[in-house]
């Protein structure tokens, strides 16, 4: 297992503690296999030398499974289960974006989930962005997201 790949792992538990929270997504082979199915660009990273540096997560899904998600009557588990694959989505969740310190402030967060919205969005008509941030910096990437891609911002309270 490469050394970036154990800091990002570190990072993800230190950031998240998933372990703490039986809402949250805990991100194993199965939850990436049923996000693969929502579509491709679910998962995006980018790689620097020995493993990966930057980690998004984004979840398509519909409006009202979003404002279930945005009033605290699901979790993250829960509106994983009621998203089916091969439906038409209209939002998404920008569920994680995890960047080990010596790559933030460069912009290859912002860029690479807007990547991965623009592949989303080739197939799907995405009218909505939303989040649960958990950082300062959360907060600054989704506004700069939505700011660029015209998209609403909702947020579910922390």
């Not at 699901?74 to 989505?89: F, H, K, S």
Request: hydrophobic residues 40%; proline residues 6%; glycine residues 4%.
């Amino acid at each position: 297992m490469s050394e970036n790949f154990q800091r990002m792992i570190r990072l993800a538990n230190d950031t998240f503690q998933v372990h703490n929270d039986p809402q949250q997504l805990d991100v194993d082979d199965e939850i990436i296999a049923r996000l693969q199915k929502l579509h491709p660009e679910t998962l995006a990273q980018h790689i620097k030398g020995d493993g990966p540096v930057i980690w998004v997560l984004l979840i398509p899904t519909t409006a009202e499974i979003m404002k279930y998600f945005i009033a605290e009557k699901i979790g993250e588990n829960e509106m994983l289960d009621r998203t089916q694959p091969g439906v038409t989505y209209d939002s998404i969740y920008l569920c994680s974006a995890l960047t080990l310190p010596e790559y933030r402030s460069k912009g290859l967060t912002r860029k690479l989930t807007i990547g991965a919205i623009e592949k989303i969005r080739k197939d799907h008509p995405i009218k909505n962005l939303f989040v649960w941030n958990f950082s300062k910096e959360g907060s600054w990437l989704s506004n700069a997201i939505a700011f660029q891609q015209e998209l609403p911002l909702f947020e579910r309270p922390r």
